[in-house]
């Protein structure tokens, strides 16, 4: 047994699950040699120093060391593995030989939503390699391996030429290039256009070839294709317009008209809208946040009730035609009722959040707090709770203490008598778990508040506890969501594929 | 955590081998400690003292135990103990240590002992949440302790370390 199987059998020890056999084994090693004696002795006196370290650490930097850890604009899911292949590519050769012909590629789809190409050339799943391609329909987000994003919507055609060079035959882009992809060029009949460090759009007429330029910041420079001339620089909020081989002042173009990584987001949420959770029998409140004069719970096994509407206003939510609701007043709350008992409950939500100005800020609580009640709150030093009235909950380990505010954020909230596991996620990471010491009581939330809490005739400390932000999507389950469920919310939700987390 | 409690509860730790049993029989010893501090001899070990009552409240857990995850009794408990309480002493410098080696770890290896030690998940629970097995999970967590105690040890024994 060599040392990390020894732990590795300690581990199964502490969770009981070492055949009768095996504790043998392990106990005959323990006694007769002194070496194994000591590093089973060392084994929990590690333990204990992890512990202790480990919570320093998440004291010290609640979350943010990981955040920082991230790639900042690499979503999640399909795009893990992305990562992967974009680190791959900056280690092949610019030719690549023909072994790795088929793992090469210029550009990933990070992004899309309904999109379909033309068959004489589709990409090979994600990953897009020399060549030409048509958009025949939907709505696409590339990457290329230099950083530049690019979106587009059909009718367009274009071409990838390598990293740094494509082609638009005609159709309608929007770019963005970080310093990494400068010189970022884009070629239109007659016209170059290289990027320098610079968000921007780009059009080209099917019938005309006539392009136009939009710089929505930064600078681009129009070059002669051939002779790379400068034809004209231009800068933020400067257009451009290309037609019969001569440059000309043109109005600002229509930008409605430009797909944008936040389209693809949110005509990705209307499609899985209607299927959301259609098969999944525990899903019992599903409010997608759409105007009306209540909350409509959309779920098909609805078992909670529409939300009444008391003061919080409708606004604009994750993209400009999705609805939310405000909450900024102490009046403003939505009425909610989750009727029955339960062994097990997730919630997960959509949220931007403005501030925390009271102690306790309601993301639902139950009124008051009988048995079984349920409070999932953040409290005013930006860490966040679930509990139940009636568990007693082990507070040893602190849920983290940074839940961000001024930008959209995906939360969720689990409750486990199975498990005895209370546990809450920021942006698809477990964020926090404490232990349920009583597991007879029952989860029964009952009527409640969704942004604020009805004290009843209880005396308590934080009474007030209206939130300050918006939401706009609510989900309920009679069920514990596992972390990798969670994280495919958050992925199919996101606002688009740009968007992560800025923590501060 | 002071000095003293900590290097208390790495030798219970290591006795009883459970993270809540540990933290109650600290809170025993504590309690006993102060409740019984007239009968600690100024000019005395004050360690030694704390050694001898934290080594009777773990025999008083043990006896109480349906079932020991190391089942072993008399001299050979005794020397066990012996040995541990001098490993304990040491507690001090392995978190020092620790700090250092946990940085040669990789995101995933970290994220992987957040869960287990911090949240105290079981490797069944781990899996659960990452679509992996279990057994992946349990192979992950030897190497890891594997890694850190090297990494630990070698720095405790180099004498211009700390």
């Known amino acids: ?9 300690l581990e199964r020890l502490n969770d009981d699950e070492l055949s009768a056999a095996e504790r043998e084994q392990l106990m005959s090693a323990i006694g007769s040699e002194q070496q194994k004696q000591e590093a089973f002795l060392n084994h929990y006196m590690l333990a204990a120093a992890l512990e202790e370290q480990l919570a320093i650490d998440a004291e010290r930097s609640p979350l943010n060391s990981r955040l920082r850890n991230w790639k900042p604009i690499l979503p999640w899911g399909i795009a893990a593995a992305l990562a992967l292949f974009i680190l791959l590519s900056q280690f092949m050769p610019d030719t690549p030989d023909s072994s790795n012909e088929k793992t090469s590629f210029l550009a990933l789809l990070v992004n899309e939503a309904g999109a379909q190409f033309s068959d004489e050339n589709a990409p090979d799943d994600i990953r897009f390699q020399k060549g030409n391609y048509k958009l025949k329909a939907g709505t696409i987000h590339l990457r290329f391996t230099n950083g530049a994003d690019v979106v587009m919507k059909a009718p367009t055609a274009f071409e990838i030429n390598d990293g740094f060079h494509m082609r638009l035959h005609h159709g309608r882009i929007w770019a963005m290039a970080p310093p990494s992809a400068q010189g970022f060029t884009v070629a239109t009949p007659g016209v170059d256009y290289e990027d320098l460090g610079t968000e921007f759009a780009i059009s080209v007429d099917r019938h005309t070839g006539a392009s136009k330029l939009h710089v929505i910041d930064g600078q681009v420079d129009a070059r002669h294709p051939d002779s790379k001339d400068l034809i004209s620089s231009v800068t933020g909020g400067q257009s451009l317009r290309f037609a019969n081989g001569k440059p000309e002042q043109t109005d600002t173009p229509d930008l409605k008209s430009y797909s944008t990584p936040g389209d693809i987001g949110f005509l990705r949420w209307q499609q899985n809208r209607a299927a959301f959770g259609k098969d999944d029998p525990d899903l019992i409140g599903y409010y997608p946040f759409t105007k009306s004069n209540s909350l409509l719970n959309e779920a098909a096994n609805a078992i909670t009730g529409n939300g009444e509407i008391h003061g919080a206003r409708w606004v604009s939510g994750r993209w400009p035609g999705k609805q939310a609701l405000l909450f900024d007043r102490d009046t403003d709350f939505v009425e909610l009722d989750i009727p029955g008992k339960y062994e097990e409950l997730s919630l997960a939500t959509w949220v931007k959040l403005d501030r925390f100005d009271h102690s306790h800020n309601s993301i639902f609580n139950s009124n008051g707090w009988d048995a079984g009640d349920v409070h999932w709150t953040i409290h005013r030093n930006r860490s966040m709770q679930i509990g139940f009235s009636g568990a007693k909950i082990s507070s040893s380990s602190q849920s983290l203490k940074t839940i961000p505010t001024n930008q959209w954020i995906h939360i969720a909230s689990t409750l486990s008598l199975s498990s005895g596991k209370s546990c809450v996620y920021l942006n698809g990471e477990l964020a926090g778990a404490r232990q349920i010491e009583r597991r007879s009581a029952m989860i029964r939330p009952g009527s409640g508040r969704i942004g604020n809490w009805l004290e009843g005739d209880r005396i308590d400390q934080a009474p007030m506890r209206a939130l300050r932000g918006k939401m706009d999507e609510l989900a309920i389950w009679k069920r514990a969501l596992t972390e990798v469920e969670i994280k495919e919310l958050v992925e199919a939700g996101k606002p688009s594929a740009l968007w992560s987390i800025e923590s501060k | 955590m002071a000095a003293h409690q900590r290097r208390l509860y790495a030798f219970i730790y290591s006795l009883v081998q459970d993270r809540h049993a540990a933290d109650d ?138």
């Open chain 1, 1 to 9: 047994m060599d040392n990390a199987e020894f732990h590795e059998w």
């Open chain 2, 25 to 162: 029989v600290l809170q025993e010893v504590s309690a006993v400690l102060w409740r019984r501090f007239d009968e600690f001899e100024e000019g005395t070990n004050f360690s030694a003292w704390a050694y001898k009552v934290a080594r009777l409240q773990v025999l008083s857990w043990r006896r109480k135990q349906a079932k020991l995850a190391i089942p072993i009794e008399g001299d050979e408990l005794s020397i066990l103990m012996d040995t541990a309480a001098v490993m304990a002493e040491r507690q001090d410098e392995r978190l020092a240590a620790l700090e250092h080696c946990l940085s040669e770890l990789t995101p995933k290896q970290i994220d992987l002992l957040r869960r287990r030690y911090h949240f105290g998940f079981s490797a069944n629970e781990i899996a659960e949440q990452g679509n992996r097995s279990r057994r992946a999970i349990y192979k992950s967590l030897g190497k890891v302790n594997a890694i850190l105690m090297s990494c630990i040890s070698s720095k405790m024994e180099d004498p211009n370390y700390g």
